[in-house]
């Protein structure tokens, strides 16, 4: 057997449903595979996904596809590679406590962002709020990763982002009302995220394992389409105990489910779109244009 190790961008989700199931039911021992997923607890996410396959500590990492492009870009550049999308359209927002002060994104202004101090996150925050004709100038503070949802909660925060399908459906399960601001309605054209990259050397050394290894993984993503009962049962154990207590398992992969695509679009990216994101991320000065070569 091979094994593979894949680190995850979060603590275990709906996103993330698909690895698990096809962990859980042979299907990449069925192609030699063993696949060992590497928790984000493990070091209280000390060491980023992407730092992971740059340290070679992993042969895979989760995480937006902005990661991708940073690992190309950096000054010890990375050639990093996009493999699969776990997800085909954009599920993450901004959001705000209905009840709170922040009505729109130019509210923003003066208020404290809780950011998790990703390459364009606060960027995208401020063209975000420009967008809506703010000024851009939000506080900016970068709680503890794993505990950054909770400031918002616990009203220590005005904004963050979020995933629409899994602390969206938290705060419905809750009763907490969001108000949420999506990147597509700010001009964004939001490219893939999360998805599963690789070294551009690892991926042509290793063509024909990498494959088999997308493959098992389309297939676990289909499964938990078509059975959602039991995929939910896999992922559960592997959730956090808080995670357990506060999130509706089965609502989130309802929610989830319509968008890890079909037998033919599941893990796929659309070139088109990734140069949009590309090409705004230029315009707006967010990168120089060597990303565009």
């Known amino acids: 057997m091979q094994t593979l190790r894949i680190a995850l961008d979060w603590t275990p989700n709906t996103n993330h449903i698909g690895i698990f199931v096809a962990q ?16 984000p607890l493990a070091d209280n996410y000390q060491v980023s996904p992407g730092k992971k396959l740059e ?19 950096k000054l010890n550049k ?3 590679v996009a493999i699969f999308a776990l997800l085909q359209e954009d599920l993450s927002c901004i959001v705000s406590l209905e009840g709170s002060e922040i009505k729109r994104m130019k509210d923003l ?6 950011s998790y101090k990703a390459r364009y996150e606060d960027l995208i925050v401020k063209e975000m709020i420009k967008a809506d004709e703010g000024v851009g100038e939000p506080v900016l503070q970068y709680p503890d990763r794993l505990g950054i949802w909770n400031t918002l909660l616990e ?5 963050t982002w ?13 009763g907490v009302e969001l108000r949420k601001f999506y990147l597509s309605q700010h001009g964004i054209p939001y490219g893939y995220s999360p998805v599963i990259f690789t070294k551009k050397e690892s991926l042509e050394a290793n063509r024909e394992l990498y494959s088999q290894f997308v493959e098992a993984t389309r297939r676990g993503y289909s499964y938990a389409s078509s059975n959602q009962a039991e995929a939910c049962q896999i992922l ?3 959730l956090t105990s808080y995670d357990q207590q506060q999130v509706d398992l089965k609502k989130s992969l309802e929610v989830s489910a319509p968008f890890f695509g079909d037998a033919t679009t599941c893990g796929k990216m659309k070139p088109a779109r990734v140069q949009a994101f590309l090409d705004w991320l230029v315009a707006h000065g967010l990168e120089d244009t060597r990303i565009l070569d």
């Open 55 to 73: 340290l070679d500590e992993v042969d895979f990492s989760i995480a937006p596809f902005e990661t991708v492009i940073s690992l190309n870009n």
């Open 78 to 80: 990375v050639h990093a």
């Open 109 to 114: 202004d003066g208020k404290i962002y809780a």
């Open 236 to 238: 559960y154990p592997h």
């Open 162 to 174: 979020i995933f629409d399908n899994w602390e969206g459906v938290e705060a419905a399960t809750r």
């Open 155 to 159: 009203e220590k925060a005005d904004a």
């Open 24 to 39: 859980q039911l042979g299907f990449y021992k069925e192609l030699g595979l063993e696949v060992a997923i590497v928790h």
